[in-house]
């Protein structure tokens, strides 16, 4: 029935969906992974959860990422191959894949976790490896002008692994005012001491070229290093993210941080550190969610009563 649960979101009628990394069919170690929904009692009692699917590996995918709700809430995802959607043809659940990597010389490989949708159905992404330099990409599918159509993939970035670009991105990407992303790289140059932060600016008119332009660089030491999440964007523009290594020097390459960039002006950022673990949490591995009421939550790998990981809120 599945193993290791990804991130869940809700439905309409309150409803969860959510995927798991391992379990379902035999046909990998420890199962392909699953698709799967739990639906709320109607008074009280025990959630019912149903199984939707099971992936079978080769082809058809394994150890799918997390699942989001798009376009007349379907349902989409990736596998590190592929890019699924999961919806009602013909009144039957189908899954169909939407996207293979690679599909072309140039095109990303190993897609990451984390997808989002623009205001327009557009869906967006990151790999970590492939392009044309195999430091990773940042990818966008276009739905289908007809139903049943093929989506059609756009590279919005190919990484080069320098200082003045980054590289290996690993988590997802926001999405801002007028359309910009941002996300991060994990790496720029220097091995566990690297990595960057990135914004990457829509053409003023349809189908010229995306702008792209890094708005941090991080250094290690004191400041975080290897940036290995999904950032959050609050309403006035800030950026918030962690980073896996860098901070405080009592872990081996550092504990990780917590970070803010903020806009200046003339595409300038400012970045706050705004904690470094020790012994209250140490390499944080879960994207920081931004809730209504201001507060920040994540998770982080280890410590805790028994050295297995942490859930964290704090003020920004």
């Known amino acids: 029935m599945g193993n290791k649960p990804n991130d869940i979101v809700f439905g309409p009628k309150g409803e969860i969906y ?19 929904q739990l639906t709320p009692p109607s008074n009280g009692g025990s959630w019912t959860k149903q ?5 079978t590996g080769a082809q058809d995918g394994q150890a ?15 596998t590190p191959s592929t890019v699924w959607e999961f919806a009602k043809v013909g009144g039957i659940l189908t899954k169909t894949i939407i996207h293979v990597f690679p599909a072309a010389t140039g095109d990303g490989q190993a897609a990451n976790a984390d997808i989002v949708f623009d205001g327009k159905g557009n869906l967006y ?4 490896d492939g392009g044309h330099s195999r430091f990773g990409t940042v990818f966008e599918l276009s739905p289908p002008a007809v139903v049943g159509g093929a989506w059609t993939e756009t590279i919005l970035h190919s990484f080069t692994g320098s200082s003045t670009d980054g590289g290996y991105p690993i988590g997802g990407l926001v999405i801002g005012r007028n359309g910009v992303i941002y996300g991060t790289a994990s790496y720029s140059g220097v091995a566990n001491d690297s990595g960057t932060a990135f914004e990457l600016t829509p053409p003023a008119q349809s189908g010229g070229h995306w702008t792209y332009n890094v708005i941090h660089t991080f250094g290690g030491g004191k400041d975080g290093a290897t940036p290995a999440t999904t950032t959050a964007l609050d309403q006035k523009g800030n950026l918030y993210g ?5 901070g405080s020097s009592a872990c081996y390459l550092g504990c990780g941080t917590i970070f803010t960039l903020a806009p200046t002006g003339k595409g300038n950022w400012t970045e706050t550190i705004l904690h470094n673990w020790a012994n209250s949490g140490q390499n944080p591995d879960g994207s920081i969610v931004v809730l209504h009421d201001g507060l920040l939550y994540g998770t982080s790998e ?15």
């Open 18 to 36: 959510s995927t798991t990394f391992l379990g379902g069919s035999a046909n990998c170690f420890q199962g392909c992974g699953t698709i799967f």
């Open 51 to 55: 199984l939707l699917y099971e992936f």
């Open 64 to 78: 799918p990422g997390n699942v989001k709700i798009g376009p007349s809430h379907a349902l989409y995802g990736t």
């Open 125 to 128: 992404g990151t790999t970590y």
């Open 242 to 246: 962690t980073t896996w290594n860098g």
């Open 302 to 316: 280890f410590f805790g009563a028994s050295n297995d990981g942490t859930v964290f809120t704090m003020t920004p």
